[in-house]
Nanobody, 124 residues
Framework: QVQLVESGGGLVQAGGSLRLSCAAS????????MGWFRQAPGNEREFVAA????????LYATSVKGRFTISRDNAKNTVYLQMNSLKPEDTAVYYC?????????????????WGQGTQVTVSS
């Protein structure tokens, strides 16, 4: 069983930066592709970024490309989301997720494990 715990959310001014962390348990963590999703009040959950188990492949939503960077440190069983140039429209609860498989995916239904989420609020 894979357990995921997000951290690093908070309140930041527009143009600022945050780094989210996702701590994962399990000996096979490095075999799982990981993703970040977000959900704002009244909106559907949307894809943000994904990374393969080897970190060779990454995917980004158009809305965050060039501003956000996903990375992983398998020795620490941790996935990161570095968020720069934050905008008010980035405000949401951010969720970390893990697939059964090693390749990346845009689709939330293809992720098997989910964290509890961490709130990111960007003020104008």
């Amino acid at each position: 069983q894979v357990q995921l715990v997000e951290s690093g959310g908070g309140l930041v001014q527009a143009g600022g930066s945050l780094r989210l962390s996702c701590a994962a348990s399990g000996h096979t963590f490095s075999r799982n592709a990981m993703g970040w999703f977000r959900q704002a009040p009244g909106n559907e959950r949307e894809f943000v970024a994904a990374i393969s188990w080897s970190a060779a492949d990454t995917l980004y939503a158009t809305s965050v490309k060039g501003r956000f960077t996903i990375s992983r440190d398998n020795a620490k069983n941790t996935v990161y989301l570095q968020m720069n140039s934050l905008k008010p429209e980035d405000t949401a609860v951010y969720y970390c997720a893990a697939r059964y498989y090693s390749s990346t995916s845009y689709f939330s239904q293809e992720y098997a494990y989910w964290g509890q989420g961490t709130q990111v609020t960007v003020s104008s």
